[in-house]
T-cell receptor, first 116, second 110 residues
Framework: EAGVAQSPRYKIIEKRQSVAFWCNPISGHATLYWYQQILGQGPKLLIQFQNNGVVDDSQLPKDRFSAERLKGVDSTLKIQPAKLEDSAVYLC??????????????FGPGTRLTVT | GEDVEQSLFLSVREGDSSVINCTYTDSSSTYLYWYKQEPGAGLQLLTYIFSNMDMKQDQRLTVLLNKKDKHLSLRIADTQTGDSAIYFCAELEQGGKLIFGQGTELSVKP
């Protein structure tokens, strides 16, 4: 079974530029997550999708970050314009949906973003 | 709000047991997880425990849960150099969101 795919793996941009990340979850997984992992910290959830609907985007800085999952499969996360503090690894994860859990989340390799 | 705390570093010798500790705050968490992250890689799910269990064993891994003290631990038996990585504990919030600790860097010396 193929894992969660993400691209690109690395991206370097200047502040105020735009960037987009792509994620393809494990086949059949209805739930997709985007996490931000700043160096030395644990991942922090940015947005959670259930199929193509948003479940939780309370931690997403909506003035600059946007995400979509139009057909309920792959997803794109965009930052526009980027700030220095956006330098981080952006992780995508997916899980199947089942009542009561255990909601095993499987992670992709991440995209390392450096904003200069 | 919810918070998960871990010690930052642990160093052991190859062949010894490693114990990584974690405390959490959300008493309503139904599941608690341990993830492993190697350099430049995503997170790998190692194991999880349901909140009504005290212990779960999976090969070299033993998870202990003290729900009264909100304390979770991961014991790795016969630690190998390949176990060197950062280990994250995480608690499940309602709705499927994971709250992660800051990670414990395990260094295994030959």
């Amino acid at each position: 079974e193929a894992g969660v795919a993400q691209s690109p793996r690395y991206k370097i941009i200047e502040k105020r530029q735009s960037v987009a990340f792509w994620c393809n979850p494990i086949s059949g997984h209805a739930t997709l997550y985007w996490y931000q992992q700043i160096l030395g910290q644990g991942p922090k959830l940015l947005i959670q999708f259930q199929n193509n609907g948003v479940v939780d985007d309370s931690q997403l800085p909506k003035d600059r970050f946007s995400a979509e999952r139009l057909k309920g499969v792959d997803s794109t996360l965009k930052i526009q314009p980027a700030k220095l503090e956006d330098s981080a690894v952006y992780l995508c994860a997916s899980s199947s949906t089942g009542a009561g859990g255990p909601y095993e989340q499987y992670f992709g390799p991440g995209t390392r973003l450096t904003v200069t | 709000g919810e918070d998960v705390e871990q010690s930052l570093f642990l160093s052991v010798r190859e062949g010894d047991s490693s114990v990584i500790n974690c405390t959490y705050t959300d008493s309503s968490s139904t599941y608690l997880y341990w993830y492993k992250q190697e350099p430049g890689a995503g997170l790998q799910l190692l194991t999880y425990i349901f909140s009504n269990m005290d212990m779960k064993q999976d090969q070299r891994l033993t998870v202990l849960l003290n729900k009264k003290d909100k304390h979770l631990s991961l014991r790795i038996a016969d630690t190998q150099t390949g176990d060197s990585a950062i280990y994250f504990c995480a608690e499940l919030e309602q709705g499927g969101k994971l709250i992660f600790g800051q990670g414990t860097e395990l260094s295994v010396k030959p």
